[in-house]
């Protein structure tokens, strides 16, 4: 189990690059992500745990289960970050980065 938060993007961002990345981490140190989520826990633990979140808060099946642990915040998206205990994933159009 991971307590984790995410980071959202300050636009939606596509990325099909390395170059991507390198955007988002300048947008990071920046201060540019500022919204984030409360602290909530998943199952799993770094990237297992992103994977989660992600299917969290997009499987209008888990809509109870999404209630109960996030609130009515709003979907995971490319672009935005979850952060499980010191590790960073990056939601890419498919799959993870880790910053």
Known sequence: ???VKIKFAPTFKVMFSNGA???VRDDLKAGKYIVESELFVVDGDSQDAADEVFDLTNNPGRQDERMEKYGNG???STG???VVGEEQWLCMPIGWAEL
């Open 21 to 23: 990345v390198d955007a």
């Open 1 to 3: 189990m991971a307590v």
């Open 74 to 76: 709003r979907s995971l």
């Open 80 to 82: 935005d970050i979850v």
